[in-house]
């Protein structure tokens, strides 16, 4: 007791401990409490929506309702990472199967825009905005696909709250104005951009009630008439009318056309736990790869923050990040070796091209045969949990806004590189390359946690970090979270470059000032930066006293609840 005390009046602060004190803020991280509940919890990145799917979850709604109900007010509340013109992309663990489901939610190009196109108006890279980067948005028909298998209340129930605050109207929040105004800065020349998310000539500030009775009408027509009201009906029509009158390819045999694609999840195990992610086109089997290199080394006893464990996390994210590049695409137009991949003798290989001392200025993509966005996750009563991310690349997408329907299209063909022969080069209907990516971790065949982190090509090197602070340095889902995170940037791009520079490792405060030098006399380039390192959800299950945790972190507005 007397430790106990000297410990709390000291302020000193354990990352892990097993004692219960107050939270200690101004240390090198703070942190706070794990949300604890019996019957549901739901943690999503802006309270109004983590609140409107605790309303679902009691009304008798699975997971899944509850998270189509999330993502639709997600394309109100922040449009500045998701919306129904982007794409989705779930992992959903069912109770009833007991077994982990993967869903493709990913939209394709334009079919009547060619390789060729490009080549003669003279680009080298897709335009990030405007309408050459926009592809179908999957977002909707991934609603309906998940409601399918998995939903119970009626779509229009599920879609109502959205609906009510769009024709009422919510208190925009501080980061959320904070991104909008950024991007509209950019995206206010835009057909519509300004009519509908700058009333009264400017992006909402801070506090100040917005209304989208546009969104309100689409959501309306599509409760009513479900996917088709959206991919073969009027709304459809409209975004092909735009495109054309705005120079753009998108059509409505293109919208018509597109589906949702059950996948089936990979994994790896991780000493002892079964790590899940999606198969490419998105860039989940990065974090797999990663790991799968980690696990050759002792990281727990190096310690979290220490330059040893953040030297070889770099490395590890460059050997996987020179497959990225090279291998991840749409697996429906090339022969992507996966399994080879995410194997354990191939990381053994990788593992190799590590200096323990040095940092690598280049790395080569292994010889194998043949922007922003929203997380969230919510687990039910009866067991269900779903780990769904959403976005329309680059904040709020392309700029492209049909006409009366209250949303931008995405620009995911940005993604794409326009290098002839390359498993991610353009071509008429193909998936982009994706960043986004939720996760999922079972143990001895029972779920244990559902996760994601936001953010570009943050989202496997924040997985990884996640994975790592819970399983090697013993933090609990809170801690894991909100402990300082690194970001390594410029090796690679999903387009294809590979640099040889060795890129630039970008560290979040609350690394000690030792651990920094150690990594510089190492050869690393660092910068310091206060954004750009992803925003957490996760929800874990605890099958022996039978209740979820929840947590949320602070780079957000995010919040986790439960009931």
């Not at 024709?167 to 951009?193: D, M, S």
């Not at 680059?394 to 492209?400: D, N, P, Q, T």
Request: net charge positive; aromatic share 12%; charged share 20%.
């Amino acid at each position: 007791m007397k430790y106990f005390l000297l410990l709390f009046f000291c302020g000193i602060f354990f990352p892990g401990a097993l004692m219960a004190q107050d939270r200690i803020t101004g240390k090198t991280f703070a942190t706070r409490s794990e949300v604890i509940a019996r019957h549901g919890m739901a943690c999503t990145s802006q309270p109004l929506a983590t609140q409107v799917a605790l309303d679902i979850l009691k009304k008798g709604g699975t997971a899944i309702d509850a998270a189509i109900a999330v993502d639709a007010m997600l394309g109100l509340v922040e449009p500045t990472g998701a919306g129904m013109g982007g794409d989705l992309f779930a992992l959903v663990w069912d109770a009833k199967t007991k077994k982990l489901y993967g869903l493709n939610g990913s939209g394709r190009s334009p079919k009547s825009l060619t390789l060729n196109y490009f080549k003669e108006k003279g680009y080298t890279h897709i335009p990030p905005h405007g309408p050459l980067p926009v592809t179908v948005p999957g977002c909707v028909d991934g609603w309906f696909t998940l409601h399918d298998r998995f939903g119970k209340l009626p779509m229009k129930e599920i879609l109502q709250p959205a609906i009510n605050y769009a024709r009422e109207g919510f208190p925009v929040t501080e980061l959320i104005a904070y991104y909008w105004q950024g991007n509209a800065r950019i995206l206010q020349k835009y057909e519509n951009f300004k009519k509908i998310f700058m009333p009264g000539g400017h992006a909402p500030r801070k506090g100040e009630i917005f209304k989208n009775p546009y969104l309100a009408n689409t959501l309306e027509k599509v409760a009513l008439g479900g996917r088709d009201a959206f991919y073969k009906g009027d709304i459809a029509r409209t975004i092909a009318a735009y495109m054309k009158r705005n120079g753009g390819f998108l059509s409505y045999e293109d919208m018509a056309s597109h589906h949702s694609q059950w996948v089936d999840p990979v994994s790896v195990n991780y000493r002892g736990y079964d790590v899940w992610e999606l198969p490419p086109n998105g860039q989940g089997i990065a974090t797999l790869e990663m790991l799968n290199i980690l696990e050759g080394y002792d990281i727990a006893s190096m310690g979290f923050g220490s330059a040893d464990y953040i030297h070889l996390f770099v490395e590890a994210k460059k050997l996987a990040f020179a497959d990225r590049a090279k291998f991840y695409a749409d697996p429906d137009f090339n022969k992507i070796p996966v399994s080879q991949l995410i194997s354990k003798e191939y990381a053994a290989q990788r593992r190799k091209l590590i200096n323990p001392r040095r940092a690598a200025r280049s790395v080569p993509a292994g010889q194998l045969g043949h922007g922003e966005t929203v997380y969230m996750t919510v687990a039910d009563q009866w067991g269900n949990m779903v780990s769904l991310i959403q976005s329309n690349y680059r904040g709020m997408g392309s700029g492209m806004t049909p006409d009366g329907l209250g949303f931008v299209l995405q620009d995911r063909g940005e993604l794409f590189n326009l290098k002839e022969g390359e498993m991610n080069s353009y071509a008429p209907g193909k998936r982009p390359f994706h960043t986004i990516i939720p996760a999922f971790i079972t143990k001895d065949g029972q779920p244990w946690i559902s996760f994601g982190v936001m953010g570009g090509s943050m989202q496997p090197q924040g997985h990884v970090q996640i994975i790592v602070n819970l399983i090697d340095f013993g933090m609990n889902l809170q801690e894991a979270g909100d402990a300082p995170r690194v970001r390594h940037g410029g090796s690679s791009q999903p387009t294809g470059e590979v640099m040889s520079d060795g890129g630039t490792l970008y560290m979040e405060s609350g690394f000690p000032y030792e651990t920094i030098r150690e990594l510089l006399r190492r050869g690393h380039r660092i910068q310091w930066t206060i954004g750009g390192y992803g925003g957490y959800q996760a929800i874990m299950w605890d099958a022996k006293n039978k209740v979820y945790y929840g947590a949320s972190e602070s780079r957000k507005d995010g919040q986790a609840a439960g009931y």
